[in-house]
């Protein structure tokens, strides 16, 4: 399985990007997808996730209200809808999917299969 993740850029605060997560080998069916990010000199952290089936999302409190995931069955592709975007929110965010999902732990990184190889976003004040 690969992911490969896109739609980083360079934004100013205020501004939006949407990142996308495509897979192939496999597709997405009864997995959690995952978007993680990773700012210089931190800790890769969780920023959302969604259940294929059903579509449940969860959240990071830090971007509740500004950032959306979602998928799209047809093109085996999640997506995140950054808005409002921070200087904070400066990173390499990652995706990654899990088929053995523990809901309890669905923001530790151990819970997750397979990455894709980040996409930078940066966030000029």
């Known amino acids: 399985v690969q992911l490969q993740a896109s739609g980083g850029g360079l934004v100013q605060a205020g501004g939006f990007l949407r990142l996308s997560c495509a897979a192939s080998g496999r597709t997405f069916s009864s997995s959690t997808v995952a978007w993680f990010r990773q700012a210089p000199g931190k800790e890769r952290e969780f920023v959302a996730a969604v259940r294929w089936s059903g579509g449940s999302t969860y959240y990071t409190d830090s971007v509740k209200g500004r950032f959306t995931i979602s998928r799209d069955n047809a093109k085996n592709t999640v997506y995140l809808q950054m808005d409002s975007l921070k200087p904070e929110d400066t990173a390499v965010y990652y995706c990654?999917?899990?088929?053995?999902?523990?809901?309890?732990?669905?923001?530790?990184?151990?819970?997750?299969?397979?990455w894709g190889q980040g996409t930078l976003v940066t966030v000029s004040s």
């Open positions: 990654a999917a899990g088929w053995r999902m523990i809901l309890t732990s669905i923001g530790r990184r151990e819970q997750y299969d397979y």
